[in-house]
């Protein structure tokens, strides 16, 4: 395998992605079915089949393009449905629920840093582009994604999870306001993300808000593969 190929570079990226963001919105199913609702199993979302996920925009074009400009790696599936009415005890359930996918992220970032160190150990000077340099890079990518995933969706602007924890905490009225202000959540995230930083460099909020919790928490995790390592 060619490391400087394209094929390469998108594989190491999108396997990772995937897996991270199916995981993420299972993680959400499930909780909802624990906790009174079963309308995701209802719909067959709570497989792990990336097809019954995936979103042609979220996980395979904007991964894409990012992966090919070496850019930060993110993206987004389907959301599995979530009928709040059908919870036990709806309020505390929906950030319940939202918590659920970047605490799958966390919990696959941990996987994958102990993974990545027994595949280091198991390495014995491995050269790019070998089949266990191909593992070690996607597991590398796979706690970067993971947390980078997590962090990102625990901004607390709505639809993303961490929207919903706010709208839990606010009163009645307030949160049914907050809630409405969702439907603008992916417009202006895509302002965010790609029109303002274009405009206004310093206004970038990956750059900004996220990446330095990222590198942070990443460290953390390498600190655990490099433990296993030796």
Do not use: C
């Amino acid at each position: 395998m060619n490391p400087d190929s394209i094929v390469y570079r998108v594989a190491v990226w999108l396997i990772p992605l995937v897996i991270a963001i199916v995981f993420h919105e299972v993680a959400h199913g499930l909780v909802a079915r624990a906790l009174g609702d079963p309308t995701a199993a209802e719909r067959k979302r709570l497989s792990l089949n990336p097809i019954r996920h995936v979103d042609p925009i979220g996980t395979v074009a904007l991964p894409l393009i990012l992966a090919l400009a070496k850019a930060p790696v993110f993206g987004w599936a389907k959301p599995v449905p979530v009928d709040y009415a059908r919870l036990r005890n709806p309020r505390r359930d929906m950030m319940l629920v939202a918590l659920a996918g970047p605490g799958m992220n966390f919990a696959l970032a941990l996987v994958g840093a102990i993974l990545l160190g027994l595949a280091v150990l198991g390495a014995d000077g491995a050269q790019p582009g070998s089949v266990i340099g191909f593992v070690i890079e996607n597991l590398f990518n796979f706690i970067a994604v993971n947390i980078f995933l997590a962090l990102f969706n625990l901004l607390p602007i709505p639809p993303f999870d961490g929207g919903h924890v706010v709208q839990g905490l606010l009163p009645p009225p307030l949160a049914e306001r907050w809630a409405a202000f969702g439907r603008f959540g992916f417009p202006l995230l895509f302002i965010l993300l790609l029109v303002v930083p274009s405009i206004w460099p310093e206004a970038n909020i990956v750059a900004r808000l996220i990446a330095p919790p990222a590198q942070a928490v990443t460290g953390w995790y390498l600190a655990v593969t490099a433990a296993i390592a030796g």
